[in-house]
C-alpha cells in the first residue's frame, strides 16, 4: 500500500510541475489565434451566411485572418520553435499547425520538416503531420499520401488521388488515422481500397480539369518593376510580398481587389493601386477569382 501511494504522490507531483512549465501567456495568445482561424470557416458561421455570394466574401474576411495568425505565429516559431505539448499543453498543441496548414503553400513546404521534428518528439500529434504532407503534396500536384485530402466540386465532395493506395490504411494505422473507408463515410463517398484487381469508380476522384488561362497583360515582370518602394518600408527595412485576392472579370477587368496578406508601411496601397491599374486577358468567359504576390522591394532576376 506505501508503494502504490508514493507512486500516486509523485504522480500528482508530475503533473503539477508539467503544468506549471507551461508557457500561460503563450497558451492565451495560442486560444485567441485558435479562435481567429475559427471565426469564418466554423459551422455555425457558415451556415449564417444566406448566399454563395455572403460565404464568398466571409472567406475573404477569414483569408486575411488567416494571414494575421500566420505572421503570429511566424513569431512565435522563431522564438519559441514549433509550440508544442510541453510548452503548451495538449489542448494548444495543433495550433501552430492548423494556422499554417490554413496559409499559402510556401508556409507548408517551410515548415514540414519543423512540424515532422515535432511529431517524432512527441510535441505534436503524427496525425497533423500526416495531413500536412498530404496537403504539401496537393499543393505541388503530386499524390497523396494518406487520402486525407479532398476537392470540393459542382458534383460534390471528391478524393484526390492516393499514391500506392493499396497500401494507403497500413500507412494511416501508423500515424493514428482511422481506416480510409470510415473517413471518407463522413463524406458519402464509398470507397474500399483497391485490391485483388478491383477499382473504385473514376467519379469519386478529384481529376483537375486544364482550365483556360487568365494571363496579365503586359506580364508579372513589367508590372513588378512599376511597383514603388515606399520610403516608409525603406525606412523599416520591411520586405516581403503582399498577397492580393481578386476577381477578373469576363473582360479581363480586376474587381474586388483585396489585401489577404499585408505588409503595411505603404506596401499594401502601392500593391493595390498597381493591380486597380491592370488588365487581364480570360479565356475563362466568366468571372474569375485569382490571387497574386507583389513582391516589395522587387530585386530583378
Keep these: 500500500m506505501k508503494n502504490i501511494i508514493v507512486i500516486v504522490l509523485l504522480s500528482a507531483l508530475s503533473s503539477n510541475v508539467n503544468a506549471q512549465s507551461l508557457n500561460k501567456k503563450l497558451m492565451l495568445q495560442l486560444d485567441s489565434i485558435n479562435r481567429a482561424d475559427q471565426q469564418y470557416r466554423s459551422k455555425a458561421a457558415q451556415l ?7 460565404d464568398d466574401k466571409n472567406m475573404q474576411k477569414q483569408a486575411r485572418l488567416d494571414a494575421e495568425n500566420l505572421a503570429k505565429i511566424d513569431k512565435i516559431i522563431a522564438r519559441y520553435g514549433y509550440p508544442g505539448k510541453s510548452l503548451v499543453g495538449e489542448k ?4 501552430a499547425f492548423m494556422v499554417v496548414q490554413h496559409g499559402e503553400p510556401e508556409a507548408r513546404e517551410k515548415y514540414l520538416p519543423l512540424m515532422l521534428d515535432a511529431a517524432k518528439k512527441g510535441e505534436l500529434r503524427a496525425s497533423s503531420v500526416a495531413i500536412m504532407i498530404d496537403r504539401n503534396k496537393v499543393d505541388k500536384g503530386e499524390k497523396q499520401v ?54 473504385n469508380p473514376s467519379d469519386i476522384y478529384y481529376h483537375a480539369p486544364e482550365l483556360p488561362s487568365i494571363e496579365l497583360i503586359g506580364g508579372y515582370e513589367a508590372l513588378y518593376k512599376k511597383l514603388a518602394y515606399p520610403e516608409k518600408a525603406k525606412d523599416n527595412n520591411i520586405s516581403g510580398d503582399v498577397v492580393l485576392e481578386l476577381t477578373v472579370d469576363k473582360n479581363g477587368n480586376p474587381k474586388d481587389i483585396s489585401v489577404v496578406k499585408s505588409l503595411g508601411f505603404g506596401c499594401d496601397e502601392e500593391a493595390l493601386n498597381a493591380m486597380k491599374a491592370a488588365k487581364f486577358t480570360n479565356a475563362t468567359g466568366e468571372d474569375r477569382d485569382i490571387r497574386v504576390k507583389l513582391p516589395f522591394p522587387y530585386k530583378q532576376k
Excluded at 449564417?48 to 455572403?54: D, F, G, L, V, Y
Excluded at 494548444?92 to 495550433?95: L, P, Q, R, T, W
Aim: cysteine-free; charged content about 25%; hydrophobic content about 30%.
Design 92 to 95: 494548444y498543441m495543433s495550433v
Design 146 to 199: 494518406y487520402g486525407s485530402q479532398l476537392h470540393e466540386t459542382p458534383q460534390g465532395i471528391k478524393l484526390q488521388p492516393i499514391e500506392d493506395e493499396a497500401n494507403v490504411n497500413v500507412r494511416r494505422a501508423a500515424v493514428g488515422l482511422p481506416p480510409l473507408e470510415q473517413y471518407l463515410k463522413e463524406w458519402n463517398i464509398k470507397y474500399k481500397v483497391p485490391a485483388g484487381g478491383y477499382q
Design 48 to 54: 449564417s451566411a444566406r448566399t454563395s455570394r455572403e
